[in-house]
């Protein structure tokens, strides 16, 4: 895939399929970057599907947002993702209620 423009203007479709996201409409953005953000950290992911990003009268589809979120020229740090961790109270609940085994 060719680089686009990260600082371009850029207009974001999204929705389950591309007619979806055609009658929903472009969310436009100051920036590439700023679009690619909001659709990996912040659209529900099965708007990907139908997602379509225009920039400078280029088309990126759904796999290729995904990309450019990935790549080196992606300006911005990655959204972090946390794992649950049961806090010590927690713990000590679970084995006073004989629910782990050990």
């Known amino acids: 895939m060719s ?3 990260m600082n371009a203007n850029a207009a974001l479709y999204l929705g389950s399929d591309w007619h979806a996201a055609q009658n929903e409409g472009a969310r436009h953005f100051p920036t590439a ?6 659709a990996m950290e ?8 139908g997602a379509l990003l225009v ?13 450019l979120y990935r790549s080196p020229a992606y300006p911005f740090r ?16 679970e084995h006073s209620n004989g629910s782990v085994e050990g």
């Not at 912040?42 to 599907?49: F, R």
């Open 55 to 67: 920039v400078d009268g280029r088309s990126i589809a759904g796999d290729g947002i995904a990309s």
């Open 42 to 49: 912040e659209a529900a992911p099965v708007s990907l599907k």
């Open 78 to 93: 990655h959204k972090l993702t946390r794992r649950y961790r049961p806090s010590a109270t927690a713990r000590r609940l």
């Open 33 to 38: 970057a700023q679009a690619v953000r909001f």
């Open 3 to 5: 680089t686009i423009k």
